[in-house]
């Protein structure tokens, strides 16, 4: 699981992961949403080693010269702190850090774009431990990989989101404003609303052809692009009040594929999202850990665990490249923004107080009065209906809102870890139609 931060680490394995990747500053992408010191770090390895479990330092951006001797200093000094290894991109750094260290564990990140077992083999001989897959691979190609390279550990990305390019080889950030996806900056900018343009001759046509009135008008006639010889595929170009969205993967969910992945020789589910909420790395987290625990007891699948995926905010799902090429059907044409289809994420727990069956809660997004809620505990879900709203000094009101404290009814004794989410709307399981070429 991802681990954005000392507090998403806690809940990941309060919620069933078996081991994080945390980033180290400035050597990891992400970079942005990464709060960990070098002090935090070593916390961090010891919080994870007392519950026997495992953290992984990334440190996989491609580096230009400026960077490489801090990196291999910070390595050093990482190294030290014994995580249970690295995972890294750029083969000279590899390279140089293994002869620093020739002990190291390095796992090759899924940036290295390791698509073929000749690859995997390279890798392997100059003594990294893991592959961890680009998520462009089928399950079969997986397969192939697993037989011609049978003594290297796979780990494959099974639930997060998607670069509409290989991963890290995308200059769409650089170019929009400035920020190197391969520096750990990206802004996603490939999910950015673009609005269609048509370049005017003169000033005074381009001011007339503005719409006066600010009303939506659609754009007339259906667009679309194609490659000139392509046969038959076309991307479909709409535009409605938001804009339009023509670089917007969907994000992968494989929560189904697991023993077919398991099969295929992979010995590691890995999870995007070291951005993302608490909330988040909960239910996913716990959804997933159900899933390998009904695998490796040889259960069926439980679509619940679905219906628990459901529950985060996600750019609608799809199994990436696992099974067949997404082609048009991976992308989100309609919005580029990540939301909950389900569940909200409505607070965490802060003090349980016995004699009257409350919780004071830190309130995330506004609830109110009637609404159905759920608390999530790392092995249950509650349900109850919101019927009475404090603030902290007693004052009954009819709504809470996001970023305050509240005191709430809760029907049980919480312990650590315990969340609370509003149900939006039941989850539908139904397929969607995928057009048959
Ligand atoms: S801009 Fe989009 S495709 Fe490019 S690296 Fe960022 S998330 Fe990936």
Redesign the pocket.
Same mark, same amino acid.
């Given at each position: 699981m991802p681990a954005g931060n000392f507090e998403k680490l806690k809940y990941a394995f309060a919620y069933g992961a078996d081991a994080v990747y945390a980033g180290v500053p400035i050597f990891s992408l992400r970079a942005r949403e990464n709060d960990f010191t070098k002090g935090i770090i070593k916390e961090a390895i010891e919080y994870t080693h007392a519950l026997g479990k495992q953290i992984y330092l990334t440190m996989n951006i491609y580096a230009h010269n400026i960077k490489i001797d801090k990196f291999l200093d910070s390595f050093c000094e990482m190294s030290d702190l014994n995580p249970d290894g690295f995972i890294m991109t750029d083969p000279g750094l590899i390279n140089k850090s293994l002869k620093l260290r020739p002990k190291s564990v390095i796992h090759l990140s899924t940036q290295a774009n390791a698509t073929n077992w000749a690859t995997i083999e390279f890798w392997r001989d100059i003594g990294v431990q893991r592959i961890i897959l680009p998520r462009e691979l089928s399950i079969k190609e997986m397969t192939t990989i697993h037989e011609k390279v049978p003594d290297i550990e796979l780990e494959s990305f099974v639930h997060g989101?998607i /670069?509409?390019?290989y &991963?890290?080889r /995308?200059?769409? &950030?650089n170019y929009?404003n400035h920020r190197d996806?391969n520096q750990g900056t /990206?802004?996603? &900018? /490939?999910?950015w609303e673009f609005d269609l343009s048509v370049e005017k001759g003169s000033l005074v046509e381009t001011e007339m052809a503005r719409p006066e009135e600010k009303e939506y008008k659609p754009i007339d006639g259906k667009y679309s692009i194609k490659e000139s010889k392509a046969d038959g595929q076309q991307f479909e170009l709409d535009e409605d009040e938001h804009g339009t969205y023509m670089?917007n &993967?969907k994000d992968l969910c494989a929560i189904e594929l697991l023993g077919e992945l398991k099969d295929a020789g992979i010995c590691s589910f890995k999870v995007e999202g070291r951005s993302k909420t608490i909330y988040y790395v909960a239910t996913v987290a716990r959804a997933y850990r159900r899933a390998i625990d009904d695998l490796m007891a040889g259960k069926p699948f439980d679509k619940n665990n679905l219906r628990e995926i459901m529950a985060t905010a996600n750019r609608t799902l799809m199994t990436g490249f696992m099974k067949r090429r997404p082609d048009e059907y991976g992308e989100n044409f309609e919005d580029g923004v990540s939301s909950p289809l389900t569940h909200r994420f409505a607070g965490v727990v802060k003090e349980y107080d016995a004699a009257t069956g409350t919780a004071l809660m830190d309130v995330k997004n506004r609830i109110e009065i009637g609404d159905t809620l759920e608390w999530m505990t790392p092995t249950e879900t509650i349900s109850q209906k919101l019927e009475a709203i404090e603030k902290p000094n007693g004052e009954s009101v009819d709504v809470a809102h996001g970023g305050l404290t509240y005191r709430l009814p809760i029907p049980f004794e919480p312990g650590e870890y315990t969340m609370l989410r509003q149900v939006l709307r039941e989850a539908s399981l139904k397929p969607e139609l995928i057009p048959v070429k």
């Open positions: 989101a /670069c509409i390019a &991963s890290g /995308c200059l769409i &950030s929009v996806a /990206c802004t996603n &900018s /490939c999910r670089m &993967s």
